[in-house]
């Protein structure tokens, strides 16, 4: 495969601490190991991480617009465009968030909210993902698992970078980079079960949609996306990753 040889590393580090922000912290810990990997491997590398704090996002009001038509009424209203052009356009994105409560944070959720409907679409399909969490003790692995899940769902092929508390990080950052790189090259070797079971569901709801679709009939924008994209005639996410790499 001929990758790019410069690799643009987008972070959003889903914390509102901005600049004391733990987790925007452990971003660049993990940022700044992928870059040495990637140097190692004759990659060049860009790395920009947003945080809660750069960025206005509102709560998802239900309407289902982002569903029914791919757009949401609230992007003309907050900063959700510049996160996702930013997520949709990295080659390598990470993505953590704090554990308040035992959860992801507010902004962690709201984000994913407002992005529900690129689990329709596969909007990141074969993209390269890293999650992580941080925590001063408890539900680090927990959350960090679910971010993996809830980031697989839209398509990423996704790492789990693991937990950082304050006695330490759970996993070995330099390993973690290396498997990243290896990711990035290899995307369709890091699919999961659940996701490929997740995708091939979609893809054959979306073949009854189309079959059963009467003439003239408006094609609902999430259904659209999938068959435009040529996504309905795969069998396996693995086949349709390793064909966009
Ligand atoms: C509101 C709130 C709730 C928290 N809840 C937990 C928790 O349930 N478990 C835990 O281990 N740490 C908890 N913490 C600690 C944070 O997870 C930890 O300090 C984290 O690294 C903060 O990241 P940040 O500086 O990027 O926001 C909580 C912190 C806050 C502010």
Redesign the pocket.
Known sequence: MDNKRNIRIFSF?????GE???????SDILAEALRKKAKEEGFDTDYECM?GADLNVSYCRSCSSCFVKGICPLDDRDDMPILKEKMLSADILLF????????M?GIAKSVFDRISYWMHRYDLLGKTCAVY????????PEVAEELAQLMGFTGAVVINAGT???YGIEKDVDETAGRIMELYKDRASGVTPLQQEAFIARIMLVRKYFKNLKEGEPVVNEMRVLHERGLDRYDQIKEAIADLT
């Open positions: 580090a889903a914390s509102c601490a004391r922000s733990h987790t925007a912290e452990f945080t953590g968030t704090p554990v308040y409560a035992w959860q944070s969490s941080t925590a001063s003790a408890s539900h680090g950082k508390t304050f």
